[in-house]
């Protein structure tokens, strides 16, 4: 199953302006019935509180730090016979092919994840209506792109002193094929710069970790802080058609150790028009961690205490494609790194923490804490960070995210019941009464204003909160937005399956099955649900409105769909349970 769909952006945005739609225009219907009594106005010397200003976004800025002090850099020595050669280093989760030419990784797959999911048909709205799906055998997700061959990620450019290791230097290597099993492995490199001067750089990988070190060593010199400096370059390409890039946030992203930074892609774009070349980044300094994220993996630079990074992003493509919407388009930052005295205490450069891997919660944290902010759960992360924890604990028992959801929509749906129940209970008394307000309508059926009076006074009589039935709605809106979060940005939830024709529950169900259900489920419940306040045309709108949200979910992760279908079906059983306890 392809993840590309760029018509799930729209949909959402669609059905969240229906929902709220439907529910704002309930309460607005029957505002008009019984309006509120006008409050006394104010004194005149009160005046309104003038608004707090917006966060400011990052500044354009000179990439990177300032220059360093002019010198006639030095090249490195040549290595008779040295040719470019790449090797393996292979763990239980990773596999990193490394190349010699700028001692740089040029692919890092990881291998407990796939890229794509297969599912033989494939059932949409468009002609042709089924589609078959060639077998294709799903590769490991790598998070370095093979486009970046040439210049791959952790390429830097090196300058100490009076020398400099450009980024394509050749490096010295056994080149042999690395195992990582039984402990901390490390992979060498080393350029020699000079006759006695020579940098060495080290890779230390572990088995069971996804955080990986490097280490810049020298020898032979003694470093001027001053004009010393390593570079980094990480690039990364964002593909705009990708569905869930245009949910969720890809792109570069960092920490300064007080605040999380998105360097947008729209604000990229925009700072590549400059005028001034030297201002056609997003720069930021003291930077804890940095690199770029996407949906579910990220790579990050992590800096030591001593010796903070600064930062710098930018649009990296060729200038004709940016104003294409539907172009893939390469960005890139830059990470500058002087050295700290811890670094040098270790006759090293820097000293640096990698991670490249999933975003799973727990990993992010034993690594960094602050890495755990780059799970972008958006407003609703003090919702969907319980409902991730919970879904994930009760996966531990059932061994299975879809039965996982079904159970915590359950308990959600009881817990919620008493409210529910009130909401009910509300819209069932105003059935009882609809007689009552049908004969205050034909007695006074050109006024208005004393049909609204007559009928608020019949509801304080009865005591009847005629919102009460609002309230249902209310509580599920944000617990179903935080589930939609938690399906598009939980790596736990990533490709799992549920049973038979649902490969993927954080993708879209390929049989359309579960639309169907969901609205025959919320049919039902419409169904059910007393409309003694409606007048029959907007009764008549309602009933409609399951096939309208069919047609506006059918795209929508199956997960999604699972939970909403679950919590209707539940929603019926306590409406027939409302409805003979009211008899």
């Known amino acids: 199953m392809q993840e590309k769909d760029p018509v799930l952006e729209k949909n959402f945005i669609i059905f969240m302006v229906l929902v709220m739609a439907c529910l704002f225009g309930w309460m607005w219907y029957m505002g008009k019935m019984h309006p509120p009594k006008k409050p006394a106005p104010p004194p005149a010397t009160a005046s309104p509180k003038a608004p707090e200003p917006a966060a400011p976004a990052p500044q354009i800025t000179q990439p990177g730090p300032q220059a360093l002090p002019p010198a006639a850099p030095a090249t490195p020595l040549p290595a008779p016979g040295l040719e470019e050669k790449t090797f393996e280093v292979t763990s239980p989760l990773y596999r990193v092919i490394f190349t010699n030419r700028g001692a740089a990784p040029i692919s890092w797959e990881l291998l407990e994840f796939k890229d794509q999911v297969y599912y033989p ?160 980044a997003l720069t930021e300094p003291v930077v804890d961690w940095a690199g770029f994220t996407d949906s579910y993996f990220l790579t990050a630079l992590l800096s030591t205490p001593d010796a903070p990074m600064t930062a710098s992003a930018y649009y990296a493509g060729p200038p004709e ?114 007689p009552e307000m049908a004969k205050i309508r034909k007695q006074y059926p050109n006024d208005k204003m004393k049909q609204q009076e007559e009928i608020y006074a019949l509801q304080r009589k009865y005591k009847i909160n005629p919102l009460g039935g609002c309230l249902p709605m209310l509580v599920q809106i944000p617990i179903f937005f935080a589930f939609y979060k938690v399906l598009l940005v939980s790596i736990e939830l990533r490709h799992a399956p549920w049973i038979l024709w649902i490969p993927d529950l954080s993708s879209r169900d390929p049989l359309l099955i579960l639309p169907v259900f969901m609205g025959a489920s919320q049919f039902l419940m419409q169904k059910l649900t007393p409309t003694a306040s409606m007048d029959p045309t907007q009764a008549k709108m309602m009933m409609i409105m399951p096939l309208v949200f069919v047609f506006i979910m059918v795209y929508f992760p199956s997960g999604l769909l699972l939970y909403w279908t679950v919590s209707n079906l539940i929603g019926v059983g306590q409406q027939i349970y409302v409805n003979k306890t009211m008899k």
């Open 321 to 434: 494609i940016l104003g294409s919407k539907d172009a893939t388009k390469e960005y890139a930052i830059s990470i500058a790194c002087r050295p700290g005295a811890s670094a040098l205490s270790h006759h090293a450069l820097t000293e640096l923490e990698l991670y490249l891997g999933p975003k799973e919660k727990d990993r992010l944290e034993k690594t960094r804490n602050t890495l755990g902010l780059a799970i972008d759960y958006g407003m609703w992360a003090p919702i969907a960070i319980p409902l991730m924890y919970c879904l994930v604990y009760t996966n531990k028992v059932v061994k299975n995210f879809g039965w996982s959801i079904v159970i915590l929509t359950i308990v959600l749906r009881m817990a919620m019941f008493p409210l529910t129940r009130k909401g009910q209970q509300s819209m069932k008394e105003m059935q009882k009464i609809q």
């Open 121 to 280: 048909i494939e059932v949409n709205l468009k002609w042709p209506p089924i589609k078959r799906i060639e077998k294709f055998p799903p590769r490991q997700v790598n998070l370095i792109d093979p486009a970046f061959r040439a210049r791959p990620p952790l390429r830097a450019k090196i300058r100490v002193n009076g020398y400099e290791a450009p980024e394509g230097a050749l490096w010295q290597t056994e080149g042999k094929d690395v195992s990582v099993k039984d402990g901390p492995t490390p992979v060498i490199f080393t350029l020699a710069l000079a006759p006695g001067v020579s940098l060495k750089k080290i890779y230390t990988f572990y088995p069971d970790k996804y955080r990986a070190e490097l280490k810049i060593e020298y020898s032979g010199l003694d470093p001027d802080p001053k004009q010393t400096e390593v570079d980094f370059f990480l690039n990364y390409l964002f593909e705009p058609l990708n569905r869930l890039s245009r949910i969720n946030f890809h792109g570069p992203i960092l920490h300064t150790g007080k605040k999380l930074v998105k360097f947008t892609i729209k604000d990229l774009d925009k700072s590549f028009y400059s005028p001034d070349p030297n201002q056609r």
